[in-house]
């Protein structure tokens, strides 16, 4: 059974930086592409980063330039560097494979932009 644990989150001032950690057991992640998604109160999980197998790179216009993601498959793990922080940035983060079939979720990490 696959598992995901997020980690890393808390809470920064506008203008802040965090390094969002995801952690995979039970799978081998380097065969996914994967990615990371939030959601905010009251709205839709929306998908904010991806990576593909090779490593290409792909935004939501909202985090561009930004948030930046990368894996490193040798330990199974996938991370998101967020700098420049909004407080429209305030979430709980995921992790989880691109698919129609996503692993089931994780706890995932809040991450919490206020001054």
């Known amino acids: 059974q696959v598992q995901l644990v997020e980690s890393g989150g808390g809470l920064v001032q506008p203008g802040g930086s965090l390094r969002l950690s995801c952690a995979a057991s039970?799978?081998?992640?380097?065969?996914?592409?994967m990615g990371w998604y939030r959601q905010a109160p009251g709205k839709e999980r929306e998908l904010v980063a991806t990576?593909?197998?090779?490593?290409?790179?792909n935004y939501a216009d909202s985090v561009k330039g930004r948030f930046t993601i990368s894996r490193d498959n040798a330990k199974n793990m996938v991370y998101l560097e967020m700098n420049s922080l909004k407080p429209e940035d305030t979430a709980v983060y995921y992790c989880?494979?691109?698919?129609?079939?996503?692993w089931g979720w994780g706890q995932g990490t809040q991450v919490t932009v206020s001054s």
């Open positions: 039970g799978t081998i992640i380097s065969i996914y592409a």
């Open positions: 990576i593909l197998r090779g490593g290409a790179t």
């Open positions: 989880n494979r691109i698919s129609i079939a996503p």
